[in-house]
């Protein structure tokens, strides 16, 4: 048990008992305790003047709050007997200020014990999180949940996350493939594992046969842009390529309006960093001069960066940029890109299309990657069941009876 913690920063609790946390005992998943304690945060979340400055955070609360909670929970009523594996070690994401919080409730849901490494930069939405969880557990009726949620920062130190993983039951790794091969370096106990999540790519798919029909064509792109500029395209659910199908004049008319309503919202909410503007630049330039079979589009500033391709290329999921860089590319039908898609990819936004289309499409093609469906402006809600992982199933244990 004696390790040098000195390092470690320790945002909930103030001085942590780690022996007592690590004889905790772990709850059956979505115990009362937990969803009273998940309820109250999203109140205090909801009421917090600073909280409401913050979409995700408001997201979050939203999503925590106890109508939810039982939502979720009636869609796991097989009346298995379950209790949680133990204790859960998490290393959230560095650039995704709340996926921190998301990976916690998941691990309390599913009743466990939970040590959560946030960022180490320091976001404002951590901060309210935090002292929000402080406020609720120094209330007599949240105690029993103390040694339940431990959130910490440090920066990388091999032996601190060698002291975490060798008590954990489950590490839950956020990151991309680097992130989670180091973390892999600190060995586990003999029947626990890591449950990871790895950096991952997505597209939008629009049928322009349909778009923007009865829909304000400016929602859409609203919608868009909270997919994609809200976290400068880094969270893995954000759309880097857009696919048009339809008729070549629905097509071209369906750019020319979905790319100017977009181009409206970025120039009016989006500060577009100097080293980004360059950089999308020279990606898009850079990518272009390798190949002959795309063209960067003409735009009247580089808000936003669109390549056009002439043919589906392999390894694009490697070529991404940031900040609004867009790869295009006009197909007959939805199939047409199975061949493009491989492990990386995850998540499938659509805009226009029937969902018996994209059932046959993942029946039909069967393609490597793509576990999640969604429409147009949701990309970044959040789910118990993710990168095809049912969370609630994967950190608790079933008992036979």
Known sequence: MVQDLSEVEYCVPDNPDFQSIFGAKGYTPFCDEVTAFLDALSACLMRDEQARNFPDVVSFAFWCRAGALRAMKASYSDHELRLGRGIVFHVAPSNVPMNFAYSLVVGLLAGNVNIVRVPSRDFPQIQIICSTIRALLGQEKFRQLLNHIVLVRYEKNDAITDFFSEHCDVRVIWGGDQTINNIRRSPLPPRSFDLTFADRYSLCVINADVYPGKDDPAQIARDFYNDTYLFDQNACTSPHMVVWVGSARNVEKAKKLFWHNLHLIVAEKYKLQPVSSVNKLVDAYRFAANSSACHVQKMEDNLIVRVQLEHLIDGLEDARSMCGYFYEYTADTLNEIAVLINRKFQTLVYYGMDLDVMRQFIEQCRPT?????????????????????????????????
């Open 369 to 401: 990657g793509i576990d999640r469906i969604v429409p147009i402006g949701r990309t970044l809600e959040f789910s118990l069941v993710w990168d095809g992982y049912d969370l609630i199933y994967q950190l608790s244990r079933k008992v036979s009876l």
